[in-house]
Structures are given as C-alpha cells and as structure tokens.
C-alpha cells in the first residue's frame, strides 16, 4: 500500500513532467488554474462525504492521493481527477453529470436495467452511474472505481470508460493506475526533447553549411579579383 509521503513524491514528479509536456506540446498556460491545477487536500470531513455519496470506503491509495490534494486539473494522458465537490472543480463534475446524462444514447433503460448483472461477468461493460466516479476527459469518457472488482485490501480496480458504457482499461487499483500516467508522460517528455535536440541539431547543421557556402562564396570573389 502506497504511503503518503510515496504519494506526494510521485504527485510532485508527475507535476514536472506534465507541466514540461502541456507547455511543450500545447503551449498551454499551465500557471492559470483554469488550464492547470492541483487541487488543495481534501479534508476528513469531505473524505467522508463521499464515501457516504458512493457507498463505500475510499480506497486506501486513492485516500492518500485525497489527502495530498483533492483532485487535478488535467493530471494526465487527458484526464482530470475530481476529488470531492467544490467550487474550483464546479466544471468538471458539470462534465460528468453531462456525460452520465448521454448514457441514454447508447443504451435503452432496458439494456442499462440488464447491465447491472451484465457488469459483474462481462468485464469489457460498466454503468458508470452504479460506480464511484473519479476522473473525467471532458470528451464523454470517465474514470470510475469498480465497486464489482475490489481486491481483499480494499482496493478496487481504475476502469476509463470509451463510448459510456464500454470500458477501455482497467488497472489493478489507483496506485497502479497513477504510475502508469506517470510513466506514459514521462515518456512523452522523453520523445518530446529528443524531437526538441533533433530539430536543433539540424538547425545548426543547415547553419555550418549556410557558413561553409558563404565562405566559399567569398573565396572564389577572391580568386577572381586576383585574376584581373
């Protein structure tokens, strides 16, 4: 189980990495809290709430990410993770309501009625509204713990959703999920400064050669000037 102190030092290096990656790709504006932002922690009381609100305990590493902060705004690979309501974070669960409101569109009230058993065998489908939602991509698709698949230390496994209903991934619980945003982003800076060192690289050979033809440029002016 992941400490707290392991927590923020994983939150810490994923902030690097991500802040380098968002301004190098995007250019974005990662110092405005509308376009970046870690949440401050999230109290005891607001723990609480929400597990009251989604009927079961808080997962021991997600409360450890809680408790370094409560939710990020765009945290990784497109995601943005919740925390407990507030108002810096009103748009992001307006998101969520937003999307669990579509659900209509790709299943009847039968269908979603007959996916609630379906869910517990058919680990590829999900009724995200039955699940304890944590993250949104603002483009329809969810993060969500599901409450069908916890391991015996309390852990339940990290689905992101694809068209609603569908599920895309699934991590063992939290913590794995964090690393593995971690090191997909890490990677994506990685990528990011070789393009960065490629492109400079053939800056400065088209620069000798610019300087290697201006010269040759001038001793041959040279030579003709000798002649006459």
Excluded at 85 to 105: C, H, I, M
Excluded at 215 to 222: D, G, L, S
Aim: glycine share 6%; hydrophobic share 35%; with cysteine.
């Amino acid at each position: 189980m992941v400490s707290i102190g392991e927590m923020k030092r994983l939150c810490d290096t994923l902030d690097v990495a991500q802040r380098e990656y968002l301004i190098g790709t995007y250019q974005m504006r990662v110092d405005v809290p509308s376009v970046y932002k870690r949440f401050p922690p999230a109290t005891a009381a607001e723990i609480a709430k929400l597990e009251k609100e989604f009927g079961m305990k808080c997962p021991p590493s997600y409360r450890a990410f809680l408790k370094i902060q409560n939710g990020w705004r765009r945290f990784g690979l497109g995601w943005s993770l919740l925390g407990a309501p507030r108002p810096e974070s009103k748009d992001l669960q307006a998101t969520v309501k937003q999307t669990l409101g579509q659900t209509g569109a790709v299943a009847n009230e039968q269908e979603l009625k007959d996916l609630l058993e379906k869910e517990k065998k058919d680990p590829r489908l999900i009724h995200p509204a039955h699940h304890w939602i944590i993250g949104t991509d603002a483009n329809f698709n969810l993060l969500l713990f599901d409450r069908n698949r916890v391991s015996k230390d309390g852990e339940p496994q990290v689905v992101s959703t694809r068209y609603i209903i569908h599920v895309e991934c699934r991590w063992k619980n939290f913590e794995a999920y964090f690393k593995d945003v971690l090191r997909r982003v890490q990677k994506r800076v990685q990528d990011q400064r070789a393009m960065a060192a490629k492109k400079e690289a053939g800056k400065a050979v088209g620069s000798s050669s610019a300087s290697a033809g201006s010269k040759t440029r001038v001793a041959r002016q040279a030579g003709r000037s000798r002649r006459k």
